[in-house]
């Protein structure tokens, strides 16, 4: 089956796996038996995994357990978001590698892969969101644990934000007009469209200097655009620095130099 680490629909592909204790990967409760913990869970070095329109996003997951006959295997690492969404991994494909740490404890690893454009699947912009991290691990003595949700993660629309400061060169006391755009990515179409209604700052820093200040807030307009004004003082860098949502990371344009007279 390979590396199943795509967004896809649920159903078919879950009912063709069946976990090792009776039911699927995306079914199973939380049980166990025996004195098996899982420890620590990690997925993305604990950073939001960021998706965009067109490339495949790798993120890896270590779980660390631990068992007094030490660790036998992660049977599967299987993440869901909203429906239809989830990736998973399995150790029968050879995609998780355990590696001990002592002589009761491992640490399980393996890579999600996350495919805006995967052609066995669709994922729609609900995917966005909060997701569980399942995982099932066994013990050298038959202990098992398994977590519906051993932790959970972010998965968020990759973000763009753009600026330009004009005129170029400027009159000292003259007005400079600062435009942009703040766009993400929707997982529909496969393309960036405009993110309407959100907070953005317009920020300075002096040529010299090596920190940005906030000159204003404004907020994008019903197309992601941004434009507002202000008088020419001296010579500096202008950037749009958006803070992020829950659902989209924060992002900084680059800073477009304006030479004042």
């Not at 590696?99 to 690893?109: G, L, N, P």
């Not at 099932?136 to 934000?161: E, G, M, P």
Request: aromatic share 8%; charged share 15%; hydrophobic share 35%.
């Amino acid at each position: 089956m390979g590396t199943i680490g795509r967004f896809a629909l649920l159903g078919t592909s879950l009912a063709l796996v069946a976990g090792a204790i009776g039911t699927t990967a995306a079914q199973a409760a939380d049980g166990g038996a025996g004195d098996i913990t899982i420890d620590k869970v990690v997925v993305n070095g604990g950073k939001p995994v960021v998706v965009g329109t067109t490339k495949v996003v790798s993120a890896k997951v270590s779980v660390t357990a631990t068992d007094d006959s030490g660790i036998a295997e992660t049977t599967y690492i299987s993440a869901s978001g909203p429906t239809p969404n989830y990736a998973q991994i399995w150790a029968d494909d050879g995609d998780i590698t355990c590696v001990e740490v002592s002589a009761t404890t491992s640490t399980c690893s393996g890579t999600l892969t996350f495919d805006p454009q995967a052609s066995t699947g669709f994922v729609d912009n609900n995917a966005a969101a909060t997701w569980n991290l399942r995982t099932l691990v066994s013990a050298n003595d038959l202990d098992y644990i398994h977590r519906d949700a051993a932790t959970t993660f972010k998965v968020q629309r990759a973000s763009q934000l753009t600026v330009n400061a004009s005129p170029e060169p400027v009159k000292k006391g003259k007005t400079i007009t600062v435009t942009g755009k703040l766009s993400r990515a929707n997982w529909e179409d496969n393309k960036y469209h405009g993110y309407t209604n959100q907070s953005v700052k317009l920020q300075f820093r002096k040529k010299g200097s090596s920190t940005y200040t906030t000159v204003k807030t404004i907020k994008s307009n019903s197309t992601g655009n941004l434009k507002t004004t202000l008088t020419a003082s001296t010579d500096g860098y202008f950037r749009y620095s958006f803070a992020g949502t829950a659902t989209t990371p924060a992002a900084n344009a680059t800073g477009d130099f304006v030479d004042v007279q």
